[in-house]
């Protein structure tokens, strides 16, 4: 069995049966990467949210005595990812503070079979998550075990990532959940399952919240759990042997066919429809690796609850942006999207890893909003990937680095005139829409005609609109309209481009801010 640990005089078998030493300073190329140089405060989710750009991770080891670790990825592409970033000199921040990686000389993590199987069967499962990238509450727990058996308790603590213990009413009814689920994917691609026994013999709780449950006592109160919004199926298929499915469809499309293997839930008991052909679990808000909050947190369900940050530690409202073009894109531009689904305070871009912001929004609904909109959207030829990050809020950077077209990597849009939830009376005049080819445009010029809009678009985005539709003007100050453009794409990127763009006139002293947001009505047929 191959060792975990990186050893200064590890031999390897040649052809002819004898053994080699392997440089340890230079080993072959390997699924698996070594980690060394950790924050001692460093967490098994922090390693995970660190690398999994790289590359899908299938299983993380700590070693936090050494400040090590070891990290396999699902293929060896992920691991050479991490590998060649860091030796082109890039850091990875892990915990707060850069670590090495380097290939394991190991082929894959070996963990010891006593460790699993020593623990006799148990009527109580512990479920250890890998790679939370979606909150995970007692429902949806509940959701993916109830098939296997009566489920009589369940328990959330995120001490050690995030893991989760389950209460059967019966030792077959946990062997069968373990014997289905371990190594599945809760949401595809990511919230891998490892299940082990657990220990105790019955669990405790003392409140029924999101975070512990006891369906054998309702008395024990807590908030009643709500439905969360649209989504994708739980459990999409196993990671093990096989890379994930892709999602087939859009976020917040309603459920994708599920494949074989683990159910793909469609509409059991305990999910709603609300009508409209938008289903989902009722769930209810949860924490992410131990930061708690008082509502909803995103996830592939998009719910639409709204929620509240909270205080002194609690969930902030912090969203990380991977997948953008930097010859494209810049604080302003990003602005200019985010501002559609809550009021931005500030951006920041990030130098170690090309291609990546941080967001922080004005409150956590905000970010429920811009994940369930924006997430798999694409944007000047890549894919964008919106995730929660830890941090509550982003700090002021005193010496932000320069961004390819010259303007500055952090921006502070706290006294931004254009936001546009912070007049309470006006903001829910906003109307939250997923991004589409067709663009609502307002607050342009009263004289400003379809040939002008045209142009507009022409001299700032490069691309003409297919077609442009004025609304009658109800007052002489301003003007607006309808957009569309031969796809989403061009609609996302015109967006980008041409929002809050000065338009000045010889009849006013001052410009007008010229403003857009996505439409579901066609301009080609109004």
């Not at 929620?307 to 200019?336: H, P, S, T, W």
Request: glycine share 10%; charged share 20%; hydrophobic share 35%.
């Amino acid at each position: 069995m191959a060792s975990n640990y990186e050893h200064t005089n590890k031999r390897q078998r040649t052809d002819d049966g004898s053994r080699e030493a392997v440089d340890r300073f230079k080993p072959p190329p390997s699924a698996c990467v070594h980690v060394r140089g950790l924050s001692d405060l460093a967490a098994e989710s922090d390693l995970i949210e660190a690398v999994q750009h790289f590359g899908s991770v299938r299983d993380v080891l700590l070693m936090p005595r050494k400040r090590q670790a070891l990290v396999e990825f699902e293929d060896i592409e992920g691991a050479k990812n991490c590998v060649d970033y860091c030796q082109q000199g890039n850091a990875i921040y892990c915990g707060g503070q850069p670590a090495f990686f380097n290939f394991s000389m190991s082929q894959k993590i070996e963990r010891s079979v006593d460790m699993d199987d020593s623990r006799p069967a148990n009527h109580i499962l512990l479920f250890t998550v890998l790679n939370p990238q979606y909150p995970i509450t007692v429902d949806v727990m509940n959701t993916i075990n109830k098939p296997y058996g009566c489920v009589q308790r369940i328990v959330i603590f995120k001490k050690n990532g995030v893991q989760a213990m389950v209460e059967f009413d019966n030792v077959d009814s946990a062997k069968r959940a373990r014997q289905a689920l371990n190594g599945a994917d809760i949401y595809s691609g990511c919230c891998t399952l490892k299940i082990e026994y657990a220990k105790p013999e019955r669990l405790n709780v003392v409140r029924n919240d999101h975070d512990s449950w006891d369906y054998t006592n309702p008395a024990l109160g807590g908030n009643k759990l709500e439905p969360a919004a649209r989504g994708q199926p739980l459990l999409q298929e196993p990671r093990i042997g096989s890379a994930p499915a892709p999602y087939n469809g859009p976020v917040g499309s309603g459920f994708a066919p599920g494949p074989s293997g683990p159910p793909a839930f469609g509409n059991p008991a305990g999910y709603y429809d609300d009508g409209y052909g938008r289903q989902g679990p009722y769930g209810n808000p949860g924490e992410r690796y131990g930061a708690r909050v008082s509502g909803w947190m995103p996830d592939r369900f998009g719910g639409h609850g709204g929620y509240e940050m909270g205080l002194g530690g609690g969930q902030g409202a912090v969203l990380m942006v991977y997948g953008l073009n930097m010859d494209k894109i810049n604080c302003d531009r990003l602005f200019n999207l985010f501002c559609l689904y809550g009021n931005v305070v500030r951006i920041k871009f990030l130098k170690s890893k090309e291609g990546s912001a941080m967001v922080e929004l004005g409150d956590s609904l905000s970010v429920e909003r811009a994940i369930s909109n924006l997430n798999n959207a694409f944007m000047f030829g890549n894919k964008l990937q919106l995730s929660l990050s830890k941090q509550s809020h982003l700090q002021e950077v005193m010496n932000p680095h320069h961004l390819p077209d010259g303007s500055c990597s952090f921006k502070d849009f706290t006294s931004s005139r254009n936001n546009r939830f912070s007049n309470p009376d006006a903001a829910h005049k906003n109307r939250i829409q997923n991004p589409s080819k067709v663009l609502h445009y307002f607050n342009a010029p009263p004289n400003m005609g379809e040939k002008e809009i045209s142009e507009l678009f022409e001299n700032t985005y490069g691309k003409s609109p297919v077609a442009v539709k004025q609304f009658p003007s109800k007052t002489e100050r301003s003007s607006a309209g309808l957009v569309e453009f031969e796809n989403k794409s061009d609609g996302i990127e015109a967006l980008v481009m041409v929002n809050h763009t000065a338009v000045s006139t010889p009849e006013s002293k001052t410009p007008f801010i010229f403003k857009l947001c996505f439409s579901s009505m066609p301009a080609a047929s109004t």
